[in-house]
């Protein structure tokens, strides 16, 4: 026996635990963060965390490389070479903000909409939209246009709010999880662990998806979907639900508008509108009486079945309206199943199973409620079935109405807000009534008259200017795309370039890579940002950008704020923001400096402090003009959005000490913050947990922690009625009317009941020459381009090959090794091939933003990811292909604006290996020295 | 030549479920980033940010696809570190005693003083679970955290590998393999755990639980009684209705 060594089990572990909140993607877990010597050490998951109850991810557990990547820019930039060569020199922070303010303090006074802020992935949407706000412009908006928009908006106006930040399954009881789409990407953690429970528990997982990796790798039942037709496949499921009465009568009746009445009349301006008393309350047969009572009336029993005729007027209650649609032969399985690539017999088999553990699997909950008629329930009736979707099925043309009808089927099941089912994370569910409208009337020298993005409910909410034209320079809230409640930022630059509908002076962002992967058509947007006018000067003339890191846009900006590290920084994950609840519990957590830059870098919200201070915006100068706000940690603890209302709802100072929710502003909120753990938590109370937008409990609490100020109950949105005002409009009715060339188009996709139709790419494109649907999927151990400068999870992700489906495969003759050339109707790329079985037989992917510009990231050029990486995005192009008819069509959803990412069709053949993918961009020169070649990372002695 | 010992007083090790993992990969950075700090050598990173990167790992996910003759491929991720081998070659081949299983828990550790980096017991595992550090040349592998699991200076809760810790959807478990009546144990003997290529007769202490059955047709009828019809359109619905509705508790007009 060899004498074994003596080991030290009990080592130093850290000198200190530092709490605060991760950023490494948009989860925004709580991490521990060990410090050794004043250095972060190590960093592990929070296990007092709402989000991530200790866990963590790849991307989390990396941190300590992106803190020290050598990308990190050192010092206010300013361009001294042309436009994208990357040539700066470092300036002092005065001298920057002296710039910008030059810039933008015309403007203000004489144009405010000349500046377009566009924030990316920012975490402070109520803070930054403020700023806009202040300065007057209305073009404002974050990355969502781009991202889930039809999601998020399609669950507003549908039940108050979808998924992620808005809504989870109920992990502890569901028994059926269903799944559609790429959903890696948000809500990353939380997923996971609800999959793990579920796994735990023996209950069962549907996986649609075109391809089978990661989530779906696990599902027991895998649906490889064709791309596009999730919506479609939906509304099968609905009809085969409905035909069979599988459907929670119950629940519809009480608490959908299935049950409200619908004007009939075609001739009436009131067509399809829902039938209102003279309070515009919609009206409902009540079953006790047989006669016409408001929805939300005192013991009411909304009948589901009875018509109204007045004056001639049928009236049907929406429900029938349904029962029309959806019994209809073009919705059988045997109509759809091979546009879907689904057999008939496993639609019905998933629609038996949703209907089996629904009805026959229903589970009850001994906890009584009042609902907002007043009436006492003994028990939570639950349907253990749930469901989640994100990006996959938002990011098509027709992502709107397919996300609508996912949400629809979770609603005819009854599973929503119930036990087992879909769970609401307050502040939601917030329904679009309670939101505001978006505003945009621009007076120089003066604020915006109100919060840029909202939810319009018809025509005269739009943004549009006195003749008619978009009053954003992304066209949102315009015909194109009424309900654009996310702005489109994808729009942007290729809108500033054309000047359609009008020239901006500055473009001013924040955290997006819009060179590179965070555009569409990317080599056209670098055009765009470097052209000239017949003058020499640049078409947008002025351009800022803040990044923490040296990015692809860095190169295409005039003037750099760099921004810290998400561990040298304060934020705050705020209520009036995206917040990070759970739907037991209401949060809002901070990050703050665990370390203090090494560099000349500043917050980016602290320098909107300063520069806000500067321009004199109301919001950011005292009385006397000078600046309200020292920084961001200012603002975060003294900001005050309306009475008893700031950014942060926990340790708040009431008439006796401390308290939550509602209290004026306390001057060490941000320790007592530090002191907790990075966050703040109330538990919502026990009969309050389920139910929420119906239930006496739930709004009463709602309104004690200030989410709003009064109780708001409402009833799912089945009917979205909104959307029949548009198409009332486009049918000629009313004074807001929308251009010709549009009025087909919003007669056909404003459906107030959800629909489906092909993506719109498939009108243009040949599907014949270009046969196979293109995606990418974002990898779990990557976040769009940060990822890349981090040492360790290059090393996971640092190609990627574009990975196609047997069928393909053995058509083209590939082998492994071999490179193809990809064609869409845009452009080509060529790029290195990989084959994966288990993938839907018409669809090739590929990992999203792994491919890098040469130059950018402080990564050498030989860096695989410049090499062998590649974009998928250069086949992608902002416009649809021309019509002949002049003018420019958006590849969005032609409801909200959300770029259609995933509409994609190409054709494929195989290519000689070329030197790295094509298309190859010179390399930018780095405003930052490379990285070392080789390291060995310890802090501690 | 070292020898093993001829029995441990624990089988510490880990109990991995193919069933749930995603293949999300947290376990191998968690593990990166606390033995990067911790025990030993730091495991060193080549091209960190050049050509192809490649540094020192102790756990891999590989990902495999399996293509079942009559249903859809599936794609298996499969997490892999040191297994702890009750027979562990890697000991027994090394030449200067670096490389040990201890006594009190099987743990199968370098003592890194000792390690010449001659590469042999890396050769002699079939599971290719230990690599050279290219900086130190020094043999890297995985400790289960030795430095954690009995760590006075870390709550008790945390006294368990870094990997395990992190797993965001529980698909690690950690304990002692040599007492039947341990969590683990029960899970391994619950869910059919499995060696990894038993026929090297290395005996691994790690266990591995198989994905369940995917992709089964349903065990019921489909249309009978869940889909049969009560109208076959909008008409007849509202007919078979107002019967439901009736029927409702309270129901009845």
Known sequence: MNKQPVLDTSPHVSDEVRKTTCYMCACRCGINVHMKDGKVAYIEGNKDHPVNQGVLCAKGSAGIMQHNAPSRLRAPLKRVGPRGSGEFEEISWDEALTIATDWLAPLRAEAPEKLAFFTGRDQSQSFTSLWAQGFGTPNYAAHGGFCSVNMAAAGIYTMGGAFWEFGQPDWDNTKLFMLFGVAEDHDSNPIKIGIGKIKKRGARMIGVNPIRTGYNAVADDWVGITPGTDGLFILALVHCLMKAGRVDLDYLARFTNASVLVNEDPKSDQFGLLLNDKDGN??????????????????????????????????????????????????????????????????????ADLARVAFDEAIELDREWTDFRGVKHTKMVGRPVSMHAMRGISAHSNGFQTCRALHMLQIILGTVEVPGGMRFKPPYPKPATAHPKPH???????????????????????????????????????????????????MVISNAYAGDPYKVDTLFMYMANMSWNSSMNTSGVMNMLTDTDENGDYVIPHIIYSDAYSSEMVAYADLIFPDTTYLERHDCI??????????????????WPVVEPDRDV??????????????????????????????????????????????????????????????????????????????????????????????????????????????????????????????????????????????EQIKRVMDPLPIWYAALEDGHVDPVEYPIHALTQRPMAMYHSWGTQNAWLRQIHGANPLYVPTKVWEANGFEDGDWARVTSTHGSITVPVAHQASLNENTVWTWNAIGKRKGAWALAEDASEANKGFLLNHLIHELLPPKGDGLRWSNSDPITGQAAWFDLRVKIEKSAPPDASQPAFPAIKSPVPKGPTNQAWKVGK | MTTLPTSTDKKLGLVIDLDTCVGCHACVVSCKGWNTENYGAPLSDQNAYSGAASGTFLNRVHSYEVQPADKPAQLIHFPKSCLHCEDAPCVTVCPTGASYKRTEDGIVLVNEKDCIGCGLCAWACPYGARELDAEEKVMKKCTLCVDRIYNNNLPEEDRQPACVRTCPAGARHFGDLGDPDSAVSQLVAERGGMDLMPEQGTKPVNKYLPPRPKDAAPEFDVLAPYLEPVATDGKGFVGWLDKALSALPGGAK
């Open chain 1, 282 to 351: 919609p009206q409902v047969i009540d079953r006790r009486t047989g006669k016409l009572a408001p929805w939300n009336g005192k013991g009411v029993e909304p009948d589901l079945s009875g018509t109204y005729r007045h004056k001639g007027v049928t009236h049907r209650p929406v429900f029938h309206h349904m029962a029309d649609r959806y019994l209809a032969d073009e919705y059988a399985p045997e109509a759809v199943a091979e546009r879907c690539g689904i057999p008939a017999e496993r639609i019905r088999a998933i629609a």
């Open chain 1, 440 to 490: 945009y009337n621009v007076q120089p020298g003066q604020a915006l008259d109100g919060p840029h993005l909202g939810y319009p409910h018809g025509p005269n909410d739009l943004c549009l200017r006195d003749d008619g034209t978009p009053a954003r320079i992304d066209k949102a809230y315009s015909w194109d795309n009424p309900m654009s409640a996310h702005g489109l930022m994808h």
């Open chain 1, 574 to 591: 705020s209520l009036l923001d995206r917040p990070i609840c759970e739907a037991d519990a209401v949060a809002d957590a901070i990050r």
């Open chain 1, 602 to 743: 500043r917050g980016f919200q602290s320098v909107l402090c300063e520069l806000g201070g500067r321009l004199g915006l109301p919001g950011f100068v005292n009385e006397d003009g000078s600046q309200k706000y020292a920084d961001y940690a200012d603002y975060i603890t003294n900001h005050i959005r309306r009475p008893g209302i700031g950014p942060l709802a926990g340790f708040r100072m009431g008439e006796n000490g401390l308290q939550d929710g509602r209290g004026d502003a306390n001057a060490g909120q941000l320790d007592s913050y530090i002191a907790n753990g990075g966050f703040w938590m109330e538990h919502v109370p026990d009969n309050a947990a389920y139910y929420k937008p119906f239930s006496e409990e739930y709004q009463t609490w709602a309104v004690k922690m200030g989410f709003y100020d009064s109780p708001q109950p409402y009833i799912f949105q089945l009917y979205v009625e909104p959307m029949r005002r548009f198409q009332l409009a486009a049918e000629g009715h009313g004074t807001r009317q929308p251009p010709d060339h549009l009025r």
